[in-house]
């Protein structure tokens, strides 16, 4: 009898308990839009980004997230033709691609002239120059201080080996640090001050306002490329000096300055990066200039026309198409993909879990198809392979033909199409040279005789090399090579173990050595490594930056250099060290050929595979082409806002009856309790 | 009750020394100075940018030992500036740190927090009501669940909750974050619900068996014979009694508030501490790997403080000697 008021209390409240447990629902209304407030009206471009910029310095950034970032900010004298390939330089900055100018001392000198009247996007730290400003004029010596900075040891730039190349420049960095170090304030200078103080650079000559030259000792014809490249974009030193991250102030590696067709509006780069058009960007305020970096391109390669890349509401239109880019940081490709699907990004690559439901055979699947989206495939300039050490006493240069034969017949051992297939969902294009498409050299007709599968003339030149079923006779059992990787993760360890099946059919005995990277170098330091497997991305597309890999200056073992093959070949070099200089045309594609002929047969590497990206992208999405290079690509895109709020809207209704069914069910398992909790208490 | 204190701030400070030296030692067994730096600088990096990237970040030094001058090793300098709280510039990208800390806790604290509010009174309340109804149907049916809730991994949780929730239902965002507290609800809601729901499996478990083993003791009987109902009984009686490890189990949770849930944070777009010591990680980042563990072996040590004095509060029998 006590029992009932309890009873009945409880009971009179579960209305009450039940609406509590079903208040989410007011809150589900609004449904799964990650962009409260998103402005369908404006043009704005939504990618996701997986790992935030390292930093935004010009000079100093290297990664591709820093290049998205800042060279959409940043300009450069020079840029890329959009559409076409082979990879053709434009001008952007300056007023054309300038030609090499030959001095008598041997050195090679290049004359830029600047267009004038660009400015910079407005930011409080010109200021520091003229009191109240917000912006100025850019100018030619802008371009020689951002160059002085690759030298700056304080700046810490990766790229002072190659720009080493310019009359004096490591001198002048040299003459800084002696003086920041012997003289006290010196480094407590303003930053232009010091650049004034250490002295002019002898081949950074600012002939005027508009005008400068670079004079290198040597020449080099692949720099123009590097002018391309996020490094030489010009910086005003207002900005290095201000943003000294003191005060409040962040530091320089936080903001960027630029004149581009875009400005950083926002920058929580662990979870929001904003990049708003530039009102003030030259191109937009001088159509009339035509600039070729300006505008949409008007022409392509084969094929852009088909797949929409020269859509007449784009090409020959100036730029940019976009008001914003909202890029937000995604760990995890999983939930990255989910939203790209419900049409929250616009561009998502395509995460492994996912592949198989989204891409068959090449194509897109019906499901992706019907939703109206894109599948872009690129081949990225770059190449993985494997090497041999080419000092070991038994894989290398020092067995003579004996260890040749042995490299023939392990590349004729290793199934790439294969690899790629079981590994990277078929994403990637079995290797011939180390010179991927759309590199000047390439030749899709060309087949490397030692890079196809044939397991009979491996056994042959295996034992022409004096290993019998691969036994070596000095210790009557198979050959033991150590395959070392700088790689510990078990998805490696099962690739590896793929190629080092190939091997074992040919009776070889490859040990997978797998340490950390550091162990790794170590290593390849003492010279204490017999195969590896490693990979290269073009820093530019040039031949020269592929069989510079293979150079013999470039030996890890004589100057700590890339070529970790440790490949020192006469041929080779000396037609390399023609090759590297000479225009693109009949002559250089003769060296290329010949060049590449030396590396069939001497075999220092076995060429894998060039990497293929495919990325999604949605319907009203247009003006994508993939680059591979870091590059701006932004001011290219262009969005469809209205197509995309339809799709959003009809694709992510929510679904409401389950909360209710939840609510119910939750009032049913409540009911026998109370029910058992009555019979309880009357017995 | 000072004498205590004394004693176990001096014991606290031992712990700390340890953690410090400890995670030196286990950093630098595993990693060199060069590997920082070539993560920070890239693979493309030439040996000239990563010899000056290593002296100008101080990792120069000699690590341990230097004969020469005692003060000038990476060991010392690694004590001093976190005694001294003097956290420096992130290796990964030269932010300073305290302003990473101060940009990151307001994310992950919009997270534990209602995790940490709503998990007490869900578990509390759902373990009252399976020990309620103890030795029935209810009950086991409450444990058996909670095994199995408590066995699955978080991550399945998470990539399930984003599927259903966010991919057929459409009720809230999969993954993302706003630092306006208006909108923050609607990308909270769906971290909020999987941490709670992974939680309550072991929660559930542990405070069932801690109200059960009280209703067997002679004050429940007692207070039973008195008349009382069971409701009563639960909510007046047993609840204070158990007090004790409720206090224990949820006060040394209160420091991991402030550092972060790694995979939810992680999953969900949550740019908390959590997520970036994720990132230290994986970027060799000991700069601010050793501020991380630093800061959280000092919340902890705070944190079982609190809990032995609050221990005086709720039960008069405890004293502090």
């Known amino acids: ?683 | 009750m000072s004498a205590w204190l004394v004693r176990r701030l001096l014991w606290g400070a031992a712990t700390v020394f340890g953690v410090l030296g400890f995670l030196f030692l286990l950093f630098f067994a595993t990693a060199e100075p060069e590997d920082i730096a070539r993560r920070a600088l890239g693979e493309k990096a030439p040996p000239e940018a990563v010899a000056q990237w290593i002296t100008s970040h101080g990792y120069d030094r000699p690590r341990v030992w230097n004969p020469a001058a005692p003060t000038d090793t990476m060991l010392f300098e690694h004590f001093r500036r976190m005694l001294a709280f003097d956290f420096g510039r992130s290796d990964a990208d030269d932010v300073p740190i305290a302003q990473r800390l101060r940009e990151g806790v307001g994310a992950s604290l919009s997270l534990t927090v209602p995790l940490f509010l709503l998990g007490i009174p869900l578990a509390l309340g759902a373990s009252l009501f399976v020990a309620f109804f103890r030795e029935t149907y209810i009950d086991r049916a409450g444990v058996v669940l909670a095994v199995v809730v408590m066995s699955v991994s978080i991550l399945i949780y998470i990539l399930a909750g984003q599927y259903l929730i966010g991919v057929l239902l459409r009720w809230f965002p999969i993954s993302g974050f706003d630092a306006d507290p208006a909108v923050l609800a609607r990308f909270l809601a769906l971290p909020v619900g999987v941490g709670l729901l992974h939680g309550l499996g072991s929660d559930l478990r542990f405070y069932r068996t801690v109200f059960v083993e009280e209703t067997s003791r002679d004050y429940v009987r007692t207070a039973f014979a008195k008349g009382a109902g069971e409701g009563r009984v639960m909510a007046r009686h047993v609840l204070p009694n158990a007090m004790l490890p409720i206090l224990t189990h949820e006060v040394v949770r209160i420091p991991g508030l402030f550092t972060g849930a790694l995979l939810l944070e992680s999953f969900f777009g949550i740019p908390g501490l959590g997520s970036m010591t994720v990132d230290a990680i994986d970027a060799n980042d000991f700069a601010t790997l050793r501020v991380m563990v630093y800061v959280g072996a000092l919340l902890f040590i705070a944190a079982q403080i609190v809990t032995d004095v609050a221990y005086t509060v709720v039960d008069p029998r405890v004293r502090l000697t």
């Open chain 1, 1 to 683: 009898m006590r029992a009932r008021p309890v009873a009945g209390a409880l009971a009179a409240r579960l209305p009450a308990v039940a609406l509590a447990a079903l208040a989410p629902i007011a809150v589900l209304a609004c449904g799964n839009n990650p962009y409260p407030g998103g402005d369908d009206a404006l043009r704005v471009l939504y990618t996701p980004y997986s790992a935030p910029p390292k930093t935004l310095d010009p000079q100093v950034a290297y990664a591709t997230v820093d290049h998205d970032v800042l060279s959409n900010v940043y300009e450069t004298l020079l840029e890329y033709h959009y559409l076409r390939r082979p990879y053709e330089l434009i001008p952007a900055l300056a007023t054309a691609v300038p030609e090499p100018r030959r001095l008598p001392d041997g050195g090679v000198a290049y004359a830029f002239t600047l267009r004038p009247g660009i400015a910079y996007g407005t930011d409080p730290c010109f200021a520091l120059g003229t009191p109240g400003a917000t912006s100025r004029e850019l100018v030619a010596s802008d371009l020689a201080f951002g160059l002085q900075r690759i030298a700056d040891p304080a700046v810490g730039s990766p790229v002072l080996v190659t720009f080493a190349k310019i009359r004096g420049l490591a001198a002048f960095g040299e003459r800084l640090a002696a003086r920041r170090a012997g003289e006290p304030g010196f480094a407590a200078l303003r930053i232009d001050e010091q650049y004034r103080r250490a002295g002019p650079v002898e081949g950074l000559r600012v002939t005027g306002p508009y005008r400068f030259e670079v004079v290198l000792d040597a020449p080099y014809p692949q720099i123009l490329y590097w002018f391309a490249m996020p490094f030489t974009s010009p910086v005003p030193w207002e900005a290095v000096a201000w943003y000294d991250g003191e005060d409040g102030r962040p530091p320089f590696a936080e903001v960027a300055v630029g004149t581009g067709p875009f400005r950083l509006a926002r920058y929580d780069k662990r979870s929001r990066i904003v990049l708003d058009r530039n009102p003030d960007w030259w191109g937009a305020r001088h159509p009339e200039w035509r600039a070729p970096s300006a505008l949409y391109p008007a022409d392509g390669e084969p094929g852009d026309a088909a797949r929409g890349a020269l859509d007449p509401r784009l090409a020959g239109r100036p730029l940019p198409f976009l008001d914003r880019v909202e890029m937000r940081l995604e760990k995890e490709s999983i939930p990255a993909f989910a939203k790209f699907v419900q049409g929250y990004y616009d561009r998502s690559a395509i995460p492994k879990e996912s592949f198989d439901r989204t891409v068959s055979e090449g194509r897109l699947g019906p499901e992706m198809e019907a939703r109206g989206m894109r599948l872009e495939r690129a081949v990225r300039p770059g190449v993985y392979y494997l090497g041999f050490n080419m000092d070991d006493p038994v894989v290398g240069a020092p067995a003579g033909a004996r260890a040749r034969k042995l490299r023939q017949a392990m590349s004729l051992a290793v199934d790439v199409p294969e690899f790629l297939r079981v590994f990277l969902n078929r994403r990637g294009i079995p290797a011939q040279s180390p010179i991927p498409p759309g590199i000047f050299g390439y030749d899709p007709a060309y087949r490397n005789p030692y890079r196809t599968l044939d397991l009979e003339r491996a056994r042959a030149l295996l034992a022409d090399a004096g290993y019998p079923g691969g036994v070596d006779p000095a210790s009557g059992r198979a050959l033991r090579i150590t395959f070392d990787t700088p790689d510990t993760t078990v998805q490696s360890r099962l690739r590896f173990q793929f190629l080092i099946d190939g091997w074992k059919q040919l009776g070889l005995d490859v040990e997978l050595a797998a340490t950390s990277y550091n162990q790794f170098r170590d290593k390849v330091r003492n010279g204490a490594y017999q195969l590896f497997f490693w990979g290269w991305v073009a820093d530019y597309p040039d031949p020269e930056n592929f069989l510079f890999l293979l150079w013999s200056e470039m030996a890890e073992a004589k100057s700590g250099g890339p070529n970790t093959a440790n490949f020192a070949d006469p041929r080779f070099d000396a037609l390399f060290d023609e090759l590297k200089d000479l225009e693109n045309g009949p002559r250089r594609a003769a060296r290329i050929r010949a060049a590449l002929a030396r590396l069939e047969t001497e075999r220092p590497w076995i060429e894998l595979f060039h990497p293929e990206d495919y990325a999604l992208v949605h319907g009203w999405l247009d003006g994508v082409k993939p680059m591979g290079l870091p590059v701006p690509v932004w001011k290219y895109y262009a969005v469809t806002p209205d197509a995309r709020a339809v799709a959003r809207r009809a694709w992510n209704q929510p679904v409401r009856w389950p909360a209710w069914a939840l609510g119910g069910l939750a009032l049913a398992g409540l009911g026998p309790a109370v029910a058992t909790w009555r019979r309880e208490r009357r017995a």
